[in-house]
């Protein structure tokens, strides 16, 4: 009778890595049980199992454990999600953090965040693969259905909105590193998605990024604040730090969530984004080789150049940039057609100094209504497809701008496709996830939490 061992060893590895693939959820906590059963067996389950990690803040000593002087185990994992618990909170949910709670809070942010980089930054990046670590913040008390506007008091103030995580080294009097966090060589990758209901002040997101100097990618997904004063002043902080994010950046994506008070950030007529982050996105893009932005800038100020038709010798190169997309507040039924126009012809113009484009998107989706601008290449064809929820046309200059641009970057002929009218919108999830750059715009996790 033919034995397990009698199998040839490519056999015995394709089943293996097989059964490794298969449990179902329910199942999974079987895998570290195979592992146990002989070396053989330990690699191939054990590169399944220390893939992607959940590891509360407590447990880190624990983690740091499993991990120490094994570099195989290293070299698997790829996701490291971080849960930064903050104490309880008795007095209310509809009650604003006080200045104690504030400051525990930040202790504890600040702390996590170190005991995680200390640990990390004692693993060396040639003995590591691709790793990318998410910070999700939370208390055990925060009740979802109170994040937002049913969770303000009488005087419009919330407990989520109204306090700001700041790095707090108090207890920690020596400098980690340069920038506060020790640096970290191991984390090519960063996310911070929507789950995380609070708000990170620019201050600490500017430290924890640059703790990081081998980032490549970095995913943020922050929320509109309850009122526009206070979201303007929160962009007019983010600015300035864009420019000074680790130069070892190549794929950024932000998406501005503004679902929390049963509104859309686009839907005023008077909003306008403070364009210098749309600006110094601009100038962060001409390292990028991806860029993805939505509702936390402006196309207009991107293109900004563009649109005042600057000379060329004033006008840089992304020699980098393949894929972008970008959200505009005149998209929409009642936007000013002209304005939309002039928008995406100067996107045209700016795209012509982008050799390797494949992709740009310039979209808006609102509760009710929803457009998008799409140029794709692709190996064999390029092409610009219009789709919206209400009539509109791409003017003759634009068409020619574009065409004009396709034939140098790619020599070929541009079609153009006006899709029909969308009769039936169901909401703005759905249409992203109807666009190209999808999952680059929202990470999956987040349009499972909205749908």
């Given amino acids: 009778m033919t034995t397990w061992q009698d199998l040839p060893a490519e056999i015995r590895l394709m089943v293996l890595k097989t059964l490794a693939r ?74 604003p953090e006080d200045e104690k709670e504030q400051y525990l809070n930040n202790v504890v942010f600040t702390h996590s965040i170190c005991d995680l980089f200390e640990i990390l930054a004692k693993w060396d990046a040639d003995q590591t693969g691709e790793l990318e670590v998410e910070l999700e913040v939370y208390s055990p008390s925060d009740l979802k259905e109170l994040y937002g506007k049913a969770g303000l008091d009488r005087d419009g103030f919330s407990r989520f909105f109204d306090s700001f995580l700041l790095p707090d080294f108090s207890k920690k009097p020596d400098m980690l590193g340069p920038y506060g966090f020790p640096l970290v060589e191991a984390v090519t990758g960063l996310r911070i998605l929507r789950r995380t209901r609070r708000n990170i002040d620019p201050r600490s997101l500017y430290q924890i990024l640059r703790s990081l100097p081998r980032l490549v990618q970095f995913r943020f997904e922050p929320w509109h604040q309850q009122d526009q004063r206070t979201q303007d002043d929160l962009d007019r902080d983010y600015a300035p730090t864009i420019p000074l994010w680790p130069p070892s950046l190549k794929r950024v994506s932000i998406f501005e969530h503004s679902d929390a008070f049963d509104r859309h950030l686009t839907d005023a007529a008077s909003y306008v984004k403070c364009p210098q982050l749309g600006r110094n996105l601009a100038r962060l893009s001409l390292q990028l080789e991806k860029l993805f932005v939505s509702n936390f800038a402006d196309a207009r100020s991107f293109f900004e150049p563009y649109l005042m038709k600057q000379p060329d010798a004033k006008l ?59 140029y794709v290449k692709t190996e064999e064809t390029s092409i610009v497809i ?35 009218v969308l009769l039936i919108y169901n909401g703005p999830v759905s249409f992203i996830q109807s666009m190209v750059t999808a999952d680059s715009l929202l990470h999956p996790i987040s349009q499972r939490d909205l749908l």
């Fill in 386 to 420: 219009w789709k919206s929820t209400w009539v509109f046309e791409i003017e003759t200059r634009v068409r020619k701008t574009w065409t004009t641009t396709t034939e140098k970057l790619t020599g070929r002929h541009l079609a153009f496709v006006q899709e029909p």
């Fill in 22 to 95: 298969s449990p179902s959820p329910r199942k999974q906590h079987l895998l570290s049980g195979y592992a146990t059963v002989c070396r053989e067996w330990q690699r191939v389950f054990e590169e399944t199992n220390f893939s992607s990690i959940k590891v509360q803040m407590y447990e880190l000593t624990k983690f740091d454990n499993i991990f120490q002087g094994n570099h195989t185990r290293r070299r698997f994992l790829r996701q490291l999600h971080l849960r930064i618990r903050l104490p309880k909170y008795n007095n209310g949910w509809r009650v």
């Fill in 316 to 374: 840089t190169v992304w020699t980098h940039l393949k894929q972008i997309a970008l959200t505009s507040a005149i998209i929409k039924p009642d936007g000013d057609a002209e304005a939309i126009n002039n928008l995406l012809q100067a996107a045209g113009h700016a795209a012509r100094r982008m050799p390797l484009l494949e992709v740009m998107e310039i979209y808006n989706a609102s509760r009710t209504n929803a457009g998008v601008f799409a």
